[in-house]
């Protein structure tokens, strides 16, 4: 029970390592906030974090939406009284190398992954530092360290999100907050769908454990870092890719 009673707010929660990330905080006792964009995936979210024994509440809404955002931070502070952790998971692929890449796929990638990252942190960070005490998650990716072909938009948005990471670590660190990113190898959920067959095949041979990473290896890294076992880790990019990039 390392999150007891931890207000945490978990995006992009309905599938994937979001939904692993939302029961493994269930399970550790925090108080999960179920966010993602289809009000039915946020309520099968929500019952599983419930029947693990949780008490969680969900919100259907876009992350790029500052204002429902801002509407669901009042809500659960009304409710809660505090937020403790923010796991800025939700994100999108919209691939396609530079020359074919189209200002409508660049724009929808940054806008999920990127700014919508500054929107929630904006929208938890007072709270977080009137409490003195608060950890910011964020989901980058190998691909934002290292570049991958087709991904221009993803890939600076995942880089950008460690340039959040690091400017929020000094900014909060300070007023008790501590803010962290994770890094992702190849993981299997919906996200990879679109990858095809024999590059998938490919990956797995590169990474020196000889196979793609399951949501739950991510969660764990979440739940980790959220609790206080992690308390001196800040400002960090904690690669998790079954070694990809050694
Ligand atoms: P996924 O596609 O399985 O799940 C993403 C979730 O985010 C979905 O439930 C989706 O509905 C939600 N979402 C998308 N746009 C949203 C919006 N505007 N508002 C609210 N919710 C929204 O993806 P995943 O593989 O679980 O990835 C989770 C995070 O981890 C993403 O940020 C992704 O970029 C990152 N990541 C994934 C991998 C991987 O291999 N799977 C690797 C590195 C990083």
């Avoid at 289809?38 to 259907?60: H, I, L, N, S, Y």
């Avoid at 919209?94 to 904006?122: G, W």
């Avoid at 067959?197 to 020196?208: Q, S, T, Y």
Wanted: net charge neutral.
């Amino acid at each position: 029970m390392r999150l007891k009673d931890k207000v945490s707010l978990i995006t992009g929660a309905a599938q994937g390592i979001g939904l692993a990330t939302a029961l493994k905080f269930a399970r550790e006792g925090a108080i999960v906030i179920v966010i993602d964009l289809k009000p039915e995936g946020v309520d099968a979210a929500v019952a599983a974090c419930r029947d693990a024994g949780a008490t969680a509440e969900g919100f259907a809404l876009s992350v790029t939406d500052r204002a429902a955002v801002d509407a669901m931070v009042a809500a659960v502070k009304a409710r809660f009284g505090r937020i403790d952790v923010l796991v800025n998971n939700a994100g999108i692929t919209r691939d396609a190398r530079l020359q074919k890449m189209t200002e409508e796929q660049f724009d929808a990638v940054i806008d999920v992954n990127l700014r919508a990252v500054f929107h929630c942190a904006q929208a938890v960070a007072d709270t977080m530092v009137a409490q003195g005490a608060g950890v910011i998650l964020n989901a980058s990716s190998v691909v934002g360290v290292y570049g991958n072909f087709g991904q221009t938009n993803y890939a600076a948005a995942k880089f950008g999100v460690i340039g959040f990471t690091k400017t929020w670590s000094r900014e909060l660190g300070p007023k008790g907050v501590r803010v962290n990113a994770v890094a992702p190898g190849f993981i299997e959920t919906p996200i990879i769908a679109t990858v095809p067959d024999k590059v998938l095949d490919a990956l797995r041979a590169e990474v020196p454990l000889k196979r793609l990473g399951q949501p739950e290896e991510i969660a764990n890294v979440y739940a980790f870092l959220a609790s206080d076992e992690a308390s001196y880790v800040n400002g960090a990019v904690l690669e998790v890719s079954g070694g990809l990039t050694v």
